[in-house]
């Protein structure tokens, strides 16, 4: 056996069946399956002119030492044909013979990769491919696998290159999306290197949006403006603001978005919306909530102060979230459920499992509270779509299928695209195989706190939602006082977790499915929901029960419902409002009972004071929050304590304020 033949049967032997679908197709695969299935003969001609000659039925496949990527075949068929995959089916499953010829190691693909400079990335994938490798790159999310061979996968765009050893960069197997082939091994390389700590400068903030040119106002003015309105609303007092802060503050928030500062514009927003409720003397306005937007709003404009005229792309945002075309996914349906935002925005949202990239898919349709006479969301989940193909939400929610031509965006939450076409492949099984399910509640808290988001880091919905088998389903009870309903779950090691839900018209049917569910129904039931960590424990909300024998229920939305208007007729929402739609994680709250005692009489002193104003405030107030540096400093939170220190040790000062918040909430998060 030549050392050519014995390097492509180690090259065969790291290919699985996924590299070969990327390299062809699922069913040009399957028909060279079928065909060593019935015994198509197959022959190795030997070596000429350094490719390997293998006969397969009727024709020759020509297979040089870069891998199959590059190989061709006699057939007429153009690319890559069933053929060339015989061929590698036939030296993958022969390969046992190529270990005893030789005791030399594979090469390492991995090192030469390594090694590449970016002038030779360049000139082999040409400047147009280059620069879009280089943006590619330049997104998060990036894994590298080296469990088989070397795969480089960004899952948010179902990107996968497949290095095989000795192929180099010709040899590499891309699949996902509408790519260039040349720009997806480029972004793979960088990613690479990157992951080995090799520095790779890219050419300014390209994801970035930039200020606007012709805008009234510069950023720098907005900023400005915007920092100037915090400091008066905190002087006067969050109690005594007017009508007129509020229409400054929507004022503000248009001028934010003229000058390209998404971000900041809904922060801003948000403070118009709250100002208004304080100044109706709504039920539903809070000061403490008002003080919060305040604290991180101050954060965000003195972070992109910092950033000067090329801020981070995070913190400017971007006006509508970008959907990229990702190919075909397959996915599971696993939950749906109906909701409603304190931002004013009703909707459904339908959760999928994605078997490729492990891990959660979402869809969602919405519409704000002046247009719901056209929309409810529990009606929508029985009407037709969201894609071709598809009868309904309701279908898709408990089925196997596969989208085509998918758009998703960064954070996997798939468009409503009428380009997109749905497969069903079957009904979803309880539980699919593949799903992470918490049976350990200290689990949960782990992952909880690791994704938990802090300071101006956005927070995903999505890593919220979890798979939930509780060990037994204790006391459940409904308060009336509170209108809450309750169930203790504990895992197996006796540790309690609280399910939560608050009753309200669209909790209405799946408070009562819970308090009428027989308990012998729920063994090895799977709950799945939006998990949290609150200063009374692990608290959960649940949208869908998947039970062995049961089947799959979708707690708000299976049960009967009151008749609902007919089809929309407004405009959805796409689902790149969920950051705006679902409300905020709680944060999680420090176990140390005297850092919770401090940072609460923290609290309650800096409302106290901003309530009243800074401006005229006594000597009381200043000395309240003054006495709070000892005990943070004997806790050992020394930035926070400094703070403490020096805002109730001069004059009042709402900078000085809003900082000692935000490193009290920071705290709180337990980051610092």
């Given at each position: 056996m030549t050392p050519l033949e014995t390097s492509l049967r180690r090259l065969a032997a790291s290919l699985d069946d996924a590299a070969l679908e990327a390299l062809a197709s699922k069913g040009l695969l399957r028909r060279a399956q079928k065909d060593r299935e019935r015994a198509v003969p197959v022959n190795v001609l030997g070596e000429e002119a350094g490719v390997l000659r293998v006969q397969v039925g009727d024709a020759t496949v020509a297979l040089p030492e870069s891998g199959p990527a590059t190989a061709r075949c006699s057939c007429p068929a153009s690319g890559i044909c069933q053929h060339i995959l015989g061929a590698v089916l036939f030296l993958r499953q022969n390969t046992g013979e190529a270990t005893v010829t030789t005791a030399t190691p594979p090469p390492s693909c991995e090192a030469e990769l390594l090694q590449l400079s970016?002038?030779?990335?360049?000139q082999w994938a040409g400047k147009a491919a280059f620069r879009a490798g280089c943006d590619l790159a330049s997104r998060a999310g990036w894994e590298v696998d080296r469990e088989r061979g070397l795969q480089v996968r960004l899952s948010a765009l179902n990107l996968e290159c497949h290095f095989v050893a000795g192929g180099g960069l010709d040899g590499a197997i891309v699949s996902g999306g509408r790519h260039?082939?040349?720009?997806?091994?480029?972004?793979?390389?960088?990613?690479?290197?990157?992951?080995?700590?090799?520095?790779?400068q890219f050419a300014g903030n390209d994801n970035a949006l930039e200020a606007a040119a012709g805008a009234p106002r510069t950023r720098a003015e907005v900023l400005a403006a915007c920092q100037a309105l915090l400091?008066?609303?905190?002087?006067?007092?969050?109690?005594?603001?007017?009508?007129a802060h509020q229409q400054r503050w929507a004022t503000l928030a248009v001028s934010a978005l003229g000058v390209h500062l998404p971000r900041l514009a809904l922060a801003v927003r948000g403070l118009a919306d709250e100002t208004a409720l304080a100044v109706a003397r709504d039920a539903r306005a809070s000061l403490a909530r008002l003080l919060q937007r305040m604290v991180h709003t101050h954060a965000l404009c003195a972070a992109l102060v910092?950033?000067?005229?090329?801020?981070?792309p995070d913190l400017v945002g971007q006006h509508r979230s970008r959907y990229d075309e990702v190919g075909?996914?397959?996915?599971?349906?696993?939950a749906a459920w109906p909701w409603r935002a304190a931002s004013g925005y009703e909707g459904l949202t339908l959760l999928f499992w994605d078997t490729g990239a492990k891990r959660w898919n979402s869809w969602s349709e919405s519409r704000p509270r002046h247009q719901l006479a056209d929309f409810n969301p529990v009606a929508r989940y029985t009407q037709f779509g969201p894609w071709e193909g598809a009868a309904s939400p309701r279908q898709l929610a408990s089925s196997s299928f596969r989208l085509l031509n998918a758009r998703r965006n960064p954070g996997f939450r798939l468009s409503s695209s009428g380009k997109s076409r749905v497969?069903?492949?079957?009904?979803?099984?309880?539980?699919?195989?593949?799903?992470?399910?918490?049976?350990?509640?200290?689990?949960?808290?782990?992952?909880?706190?690791?994704?938990?988001?802090?300071?101006?880091?956005?927070?995903?919905?999505l890593d919220a939602i979890v798979a939930l088998r509780?060990?037994?389903?204790?006391?459940?009870?409904?308060?009336?006082?509170?209108?809450?309903?309750?169930?203790?779950?504990?895992?197996?090691?006796?540790?309690?977790?609280?399910?939560?839900?608050?009753?309200?018209?669209?909790?209405?049917?799946?408070?009562?499915?819970?308090?009428?569910?027989?308990?012998?129904?729920?063994?090895d039931a799977v709950a799945i929901g939006r998990a949290t960590a609150t200063p009374h424990?692990?608290?959960?909300?649940?949208?869908t029960l998947h039970r062995p024998q049961a089947g799959i229920t979708h707690l708000a939305l299976d049960q009967p419902q009151p008749a609902a208007p007919a089809s929309p007729a407004s405009t959805p929402v796409e689902e790149d409002e969920l950051v705006a739609l679902e409300d905020e994680d709680e944060a999680l709250t420090p176990p140390c009972p005297a850092m919770v005692k401090l940072l609460n009489e923290l609290d309650d002193a800096l409302l106290a004071w901003a309530e009243s104003g800074l401006d005229g405030s006594n000597g009381l107030r200043s000395e309240r929050v003054r006495q709070l540096a000892a005990p943070a400093q004997r806790l050992g939170l020394n930035l926070l304590g400094a703070h403490v220190s020096a805002l109730g040790s001069r004059a009042p000062d709402t900078t000085a304020l809003l900082r000692c918040a935000y490193v009290g909430q920071l705290h709180r998060q337990g980051q610092i």
């Open positions: 970016r002038e030779q990335l360049e260039d082939p040349r720009a997806m091994v480029v972004a793979s390389v960088i990613a690479l290197q990157r992951a080995a700590d090799q520095e790779w400091a008066e609303s905190l002087a006067i007092g969050l109690a005594r603001l007017s009508a910092a950033g000067g005229d090329h801020p981070r075909g996914l397959d996915l599971v349906g696993v497969l069903v492949t079957g009904a979803t099984t309880p539980c699919p195989d593949g799903m992470p399910v918490f049976t350990e509640w200290q689990r949960l808290t782990e992952h909880l706190a690791k994704h938990q988001s802090a300071g101006l880091k956005e927070a995903d919905p509780p060990a037994t389903w204790d006391g459940r009870a409904f308060d009336p006082v509170q209108q809450v309903f309750n169930w203790l779950l504990l895992d197996a090691t006796g540790a309690p977790l609280l399910l939560k839900l608050a009753f309200d018209d669209l909790s209405g049917p799946a408070i009562r499915f819970l308090e009428t569910v027989p308990p012998e129904t729920l063994r424990g692990l608290q959960f909300q649940p949208h």
